[in-house]
């Protein structure tokens, strides 16, 4: 069956610009998840749906930062007045809640640049 | 403050010779562990878990053992072959929304 895709793998934006990411999670998978990925660093947790509520948001590093999901489908992450220090890979996950291995899987990512 | 920590950046193995990749942590409410694999360009993939009330766990070539009393643990891959050649990162979860606290990664090269 199809994984989890995002679009666009790769977008370059100037400093000041807002950008959106879209994640489609896999089918029937209840949770999902933002990351991201700086240069030299680990996966670093952004938010986490559960159906289209995000009970946790801890992650998100600043208010120019919100992420919203439609049904317990497609999310999207906007990052507002892009800065150079919000380039990174961002990476998506879904995982089905009734899996007992809370194994996530990952979309391919898509690479922000801030110029 | 990482809580997850994989101090090797790298490890170069020769084929069909065992790779242990390593990982501590230092948050006692972590409950579970995974490792994952990741290719250039390409999103983790999911390679093995263990939860905290066991002490090894074996997937064929894949091997990861935990000691909580040292919040330790490892990644056996035996025997190595090139195709394994990746970053291999160590995650932990703890509480109920199974959020992922990751490692830095380890580059495993394995040489023909």
């Known amino acids: 069956g199809a994984g989890v895709s995002q679009s666009p793998s790769n977008k370059v934006t100037e400093k000041g610009k807002d950008v959106e990411l879209r994640c489609d999670p896999i089918?029937?998978?209840?949770?999902l998840y933002w990351y991201r990925q700086r240069l030299g660093q680990g996966l670093e947790f952004l938010i986490y749906?559960?159906?289209?509520?995000?009970?946790?948001k801890s992650g998100l590093p600043s208010d120019r930062f919100s992420a919203e999901r439609t049904g317990e489908s497609v999310s999207t992450l906007t990052i507002q007045r892009t800065q150079q220090e919000d380039s990174a890979v961002y990476l998506c996950?879904?995982?089905?809640?009734?899996?007992?291995?809370?194994?996530?899987?990952f979309g391919p990512g898509t690479r922000l640049t801030v110029t | 403050d990482q809580q997850v920590k994989q101090n090797s950046p790298s490890l170069s193995v020769q084929e069909g010779r065992i790779s242990i990749l390593n990982c501590d942590y230092t948050?006692?409410?972590?409950?579970?562990f995974l490792w994952y694999k990741k290719y250039p360009a390409e999103g983790p993939t999911f390679l093995i878990s263990?939860?905290?009330?066991?002490d090894k766990n074996e997937d064929g070539r894949f091997t990861v053992f935990l000691n909580k009393s040292a919040k330790h643990l490892s990644l056996h891959i035996v025997p190595s072959q090139p195709g394994d050649s990746a970053v291999y990162f160590c995650?932990?979860?703890?509480?109920?929304?199974?959020?992922?606290?990751f490692g830095k990664g380890t580059l495993l090269t394995v040489n023909p």
């Open positions: 948050n006692s409410m972590f409950d579970y």
């Open positions: 995650a932990a979860s703890g509480g109920s929304n199974y959020k992922l606290t």
């Open positions: 749906f559960q159906g289209n509520s995000a009970p946790d």
């Open positions: 996950a879904s995982s089905s809640q009734s899996a007992t291995t809370n194994e996530q899987y």
């Open positions: 263990i939860s905290s009330i066991k």
């Open positions: 089918s029937g998978h209840t949770a």
